[in-house]
């Protein structure tokens, strides 16, 4: 205890002169940055202070796939091919990470066989799902990340990841040939399940992209997503516990998307913080430095009088050849009797200029 008290009584002197003592940036006081030097050019960062454009529109679609879960698309005797689109709102955080609100709509189409008797009763079972998802999404660039300081070819491929969480929105419908057909008699119908987009409906998104950088304006992407529902009715396989849901012990049904999409890059910049790399800005700026011939010019003027001091500060310009001079350029005279001592016949005795400088006895 007593230990303690002494760590604690010779610890916050410390940290309380290590907080008053640090160093302040005096550039500004209106911004002051307590992270930086005293060298730091500190300023608002503000819409003229940009640099890239950050904001972006991003627009694709391809195919969809249900593919863990009761009832799949993907079967070995055939491919049962759905469809997404997309439409996202895109801000860049940083040259690494960026945020996106994204709004998918898409459709698969899966197929399933129940076991034993039910399933050569009911055959085939065929069923849809067509989904509403809003979800933010995360989007880091790890080729910006990762991308090495002696890389100088041009930076127009970008492998991103992506991950997301949101709510959705989807309706289900299975058909077979028992129990889930339209039928008069007996009375039947075809499984239908519907599931509002509400907080009850998160689901969960992760997966991949490859840019291309095609212009200023413009990005090209193939993005491949695995989407998880979370929700044991997503795949078509009706009501939960119910028969076609028990075929996989698997709770939550699971969807592949495969997409091709279009990014317009907005803003008046020349180009985006996504395809800046500060690192090779720095280095390129080092390089520049350490290569640039740098011609050191010493008396622009010239020296008129070769007197050891450049015209541009001689306060003397016609020296005489041969007489020590100061700093200034003006000829010395160590007695200030007005003969420099180039002539002083008697350097630290003053005398009259008549006599060379020397006293009259």
Same mark, same amino acid.
Request: charged share 20%.
């Given at each position: 205890?007593?230990l303690?008290?002494?760590?604690?009584?010779? *610890?916050?002197?410390?940290?309380?002169?290590?907080?008053?003592?640090?160093?302040?940036?005096?550039s500004?006081?209106?911004?002051?940055?307590?992270?930086?030097?005293?060298?730091? #050019?500190?300023?608002?960062?503000?819409?003229?202070?940009?640099?890239?454009?950050?904001?972006s529109?991003?627009v694709?679609?391809?195919?969809?796939?249900m593919?863990h879960? &009761?009832?799949?698309?993907?079967?070995?005797d055939?491919?049962?091919?759905?469809?997404?689109?997309?439409?996202?709102?895109d801000?860049?955080?940083?040259?690494?990470?960026?945020?996106?609100l994204?709004?998918?709509?898409?459709?698969t189409?899966q *197929?399933?066989q129940?076991?034993g008797?039910?399933?050569?009763?009911? $055959?085939?079972?065929t069923?849809?799902t067509q989904? &509403?998802?809003?979800?933010l999404?995360?989007?880091?660039?790890f080729s910006?990340?990762?991308?090495?300081?002696?890389?100088?070819?041009?930076?127009?491929?970008?492998?991103?990841?992506?991950?997301?969480?949101g709510?959705?929105?989807? =309706?289900?419908?299975?058909?077979?040939? #028992?129990?889930?057909?339209?039928?008069?008699?007996?009375?039947?119908?075809p499984?239908?399940?519907?599931q509002?987009?509400?907080?009850?409906?998160v689901?969960?998104?992760?997966g991949f992209?490859?840019?291309?950088n095609?212009s200023?304006?413009?990005?090209?992407e193939?993005?491949?997503?695995?989407?998880?529902?979370?929700?044991?009715?997503?795949?078509?396989?009706?009501?939960?516990?119910?028969?076609y849901?028990?075929?996989n012990p698997?709770?939550?049904?699971?969807?592949?998307t495969?997409?091709?999409g279009?990014?317009?890059?907005?803003?008046?910049?020349?180009s985006h913080?996504?395809?800046? %790399?500060?690192l090779q800005?720095?280095?390129?700026?080092?390089?520049v430095?350490?290569?640039?011939?740098?011609?050191?010019?010493?008396?622009?003027?010239? &020296?008129? %009088?070769?007197?050891?001091?450049?015209?541009?500060?001689? =306060?003397?310009?016609?020296?005489?050849?041969?007489? =020590?001079?100061?700093?200034? $350029?003006?000829?010395?005279d160590m007695?200030?009797?007005?003969?420099?001592?180039?002539?002083?016949?008697?350097?630290?005795?003053?005398?009259?200029?008549? #006599?060379n400088?020397c006293?009259?006895?």
């Amino acid at each position: 205890m007593k230990l303690g008290l002494l760590l604690l009584a010779t *610890t916050l002197p410390i940290a309380a002169f290590a907080q008053s003592s640090s160093t302040t940036v005096n550039s500004s006081t209106e911004y002051p940055n307590t992270f930086s030097s005293g060298s730091a #050019n500190v300023q608002p960062f503000d819409n003229k202070a940009r640099r890239f454009r950050d904001w972006s529109i991003s627009v694709g679609g391809g195919a969809a796939f249900m593919v863990h879960s &009761d009832l799949k698309s993907l079967r070995k005797d055939k491919t049962n091919w759905g469809y997404n689109a997309y439409v996202s709102i895109d801000k860049q955080i940083s040259h690494t990470f960026g945020l996106s609100l994204i709004y998918t709509k898409g459709e698969t189409k899966q *197929t399933g066989q129940l076991s034993g008797a039910a399933g050569a009763a009911a $055959g085939v079972a065929t069923a849809t799902t067509q989904f &509403d998802q809003l979800a933010l999404m995360g989007d880091i660039n790890f080729s910006n990340l990762l991308r090495r300081v002696d890389n100088h070819s041009p930076y127009r491929w970008a492998f991103h990841g992506y991950m997301g969480i949101g709510l959705q929105a989807f =309706r289900t419908s299975l058909h077979d040939n #028992n129990e889930n057909r339209w039928s008069d008699n007996p009375k039947r119908i075809p499984s239908f399940v519907r599931q509002p987009l509400d907080i009850g409906s998160v689901y969960y998104q992760g997966g991949f992209g490859l840019k291309y950088n095609v212009s200023k304006l413009i990005d090209v992407e193939a993005r491949t997503m695995y989407i998880v529902s979370g929700d044991d009715e997503f795949d078509g396989g009706g009501p939960a516990y119910t028969e076609y849901n028990m075929l996989n012990p698997r709770k939550s049904d699971n969807a592949w998307t495969v997409s091709l999409g279009v990014s317009f890059k907005l803003g008046k910049h020349l180009s985006h913080l996504a395809w800046h %790399d500060p690192l090779q800005e720095a280095y390129y700026k080092t390089s520049v430095l350490e290569n640039a011939t740098t011609d050191l010019v010493v008396c622009e003027k010239g &020296d008129a %009088d070769n007197d050891g001091v450049c015209d541009d500060w001689d =306060r003397q310009l016609d020296t005489p050849a041969g007489a =020590r001079v100061d700093g200034a $350029g003006v000829a010395l005279d160590m007695d200030l009797d007005g003969v420099i001592d180039l002539y002083d016949k008697c350097v630290t005795v003053p005398g009259p200029v008549e #006599n060379n400088g020397c006293p009259i006895k």
